[in-house]
């Protein structure tokens, strides 16, 4: 039953979390996906850099829905236009 988006950074990354925020603020508009919020992580993608860096995830292919959802092209494009409009945002800001 888990579904929706998350967005990690790494705890004491003020411009991560400020990035991260801007992400899942910019994709939580659109109504079709559930938003989780961000969270922090200490994963060696986030840990391994000098820049501000977030990893988001998009949905769970574990749940059939969100699978079925995340195949279709549309779907993905909307999610990538999202995730874009929210990096320009984050970036102007850090």
Do not use: H
């Amino acid at each position: 039953g888990v579904r929706g988006l998350e967005c990690y950074y790494r705890e004491d990354s003020g411009d991560g979390k400020a990035l991260a925020d801007q992400i899942v603020e910019a994709l939580g508009s659109e109504e079709e996906i559930d938003n989780r919020g961000t969270r922090t992580a200490n994963f060696r993608v986030l840990c391994k850099t000098d820049m501000p860096a977030v990893l988001v995830e998009m949905g769970f292919l574990s749940n059939y829905a969100e699978r079925r959802d995340l195949m279709d092209a549309g779907y993905q494009d909307e999610l990538v236009a999202e995730l874009a409009d929210g990096i320009v945002k984050g970036l102007e800001g850090v």
